[in-house]
């Protein structure tokens, strides 16, 4: 697949718009959600000109990032890198999905590294920022905290999108070829286990009782083996999950009609 430049520069903004530390008028949401694998392959692939190869690799990427969460302002990967350069080196490579869902685990690694290198160029800009507060020099405060962490992130996430777009779109189908057959079933199965890895860490934070498990695992018997789509399978949750609460709802309600009648019959004696 050949890259124009327009489409690395756009891919570029992209990974920049939806970069988590850009403050745009559109709000914190709007970068959140662009920075979204699903959302950053269906934007890639709409560039690329393959929406339905950027939406599934996409796709796969995302279950492996289902459960991430920022701790202390730190985390394991930057995902504006998972969803833009990663995607479209995947792509341009002719990679399938489980090859991109390792490649995306590695660039976005690096991609934290790169991030956590930007802090550390902010932290020298606030500290001037405040020497020019203390002299009462209102522009230089402005320029360093308001001019100099935008332009340094843009300078940062767009050159290295554009850079790793363009530069590997050159050699990245060339250099799949070229890698043993052996280290891409590898690649593949790690691909295959990491999604895996996303939706565990998923369950594990929003499943409040265990017993629970049992959706989880009637939803995979309905996909894999009664081979239903995901509106299918998601309307039988629904029918599940309202006939659990039915069925509390009656518990509860014989349990607080008995524990009147107690009562009653305690006011009696």
């Known amino acids: ?16 718009l939806g970069s988590c530390e850009n403050a745009q008028p559109l709000g914190i949401g709007f970068s959140d959600a662009l920075s979204r ?12 000109g393959d929406v339905a190869t950027g939406i599934t690799i996409g796709a796969a990427v995302q279950a492996m990032y289902l459960g ?9 990967a930057d995902m504006a890198f998972v969803s833009y350069p990663s995607i479209a080196l995947a792509m341009l490579a002719g990679a399938d999905a489980t090859v991109a869902v390792t490649l995306a ?8 590294a790169v991030f956590t290198g930007y802090e ?50 050159a050699y ?21 286990i990491l999604p895996a890895v996303g939706i565990s860490i998923l369950v594990t934070y929003t499943l409040k009782d ?38 509390i709802g009656g518990q509860n309600e014989s349990t607080t009609q008995q524990n009147d009648d107690d009562v009653e019959e305690d006011e009696l004696l």
């Open 105 to 112: 685990a590695t660039v976005g690694v690096l991609g934290a």
């Open 68 to 76: 991430q969460v920022l701790i202390g302002g730190v985390a394991t």
């Open 210 to 247: 265990f017993k629970f498990i049992i959706y989880f695992l009637i939803g995979i018997v309905c996909i894999t083996f009664l081979e239903l789509n995901m509106v299918a399978t998601a309307v039988v949750g629904m029918c599940l999950a309202v006939m659990y609460y039915m069925f």
């Open 120 to 169: 550390i160029l902010c932290s020298v800009f606030y500290s001037l920022g405040d020497k020019f507060i203390a002299n009462n020099d209102i522009k230089k405060m402005k320029l360093t905290y308001m001019v100099l962490p935008p332009l340094t992130s843009f300078v940062i996430r767009f050159g290295i999108t554009f850079s790793i777009v363009m530069l590997g779109s």
């Open 37 to 48: 694998p699903i959302v950053g392959g269906t934007i890639v692939g709409f560039i690329l």
């Open 172 to 192: 990245a189908a060339d250099l799949l070829a070229a890698i043993p057959e052996i280290v891409l079933h590898i690649a593949s199965v790690l691909g295959g």
């Open 1 to 16: 697949m050949e890259i124009t430049v327009m489409q690395a520069i756009l891919i570029g903004i992209a990974c920049w």
